[in-house]
């Protein structure tokens, strides 16, 4: 089952697609747009081109685990990507994803604007890899 992650923002976008066997990231790329009509067309693009079977996004959360400021916005997004594929929408914690996305770069020299063109799909990226172990865990989840 290939699963699809998103790391929705205000100006970009991060996407990670699994492999079929939903095991590994096997697809990365960033939806760069400040327009919410079009991040949702490209996203309901990706999904069909990719042949997602089951839709993860970023959620945001505080460190004590309440619902950050961007929550509701968040939720709304979520609502109508789910409306537009006919859907779930799976939110999924991404507490410390972007800092963790920052370290992963920094440490392979990835600086400047060459970073900001890439922490998104890799926070993406560790969003998909915390649902991949989270299902591994949660076999019944699978179906």
């Known amino acids: 089952m290939k699963i699809l992650a998103i790391d929705y923002g205000d100006a970009r976008t991060g996407v ?15 939806i760069h747009s400040w327009n919410r009509e079009k991040t ?5 693009r990706l999904v069909r081109e990719q042949g997602a079977q089951r839709i993860v ?4 959360r505080n460190m004590d685990g309440s619902e ?6 968040y939720r709304a997004f979520a609502a109508d990507l789910e409306a ?16 963790e996305a920052h370290n992963i770069l920094s440490e392979t020299g ?10 998104d799909a890799v926070a993406a990226s560790l969003i998909l890899e915390g649902y991949l172990s989270w299902l591994r865990l949660h076999p019944e ?3």
């Open 68 to 73: 950050g400021p961007r929550a509701e916005l």
């Open 40 to 44: 949702l067309a490209e996203l309901v």
């Open 110 to 119: 990835y600086h400047g604007k060459k970073r900001k063109n890439t922490v």
């Open 141 to 143: 989840e699978q179906i």
């Open 16 to 30: 990670a697609v699994s492999d079929l066997t939903g095991s590994i990231v096997g697809f990365t790329t960033v």
């Open 57 to 60: 996004m970023g959620f945001p």
């Open 84 to 99: 537009a594929l006919t859907m779930p929408v799976r939110l999924w914690d991404e507490r410390r994803t972007t800092v």
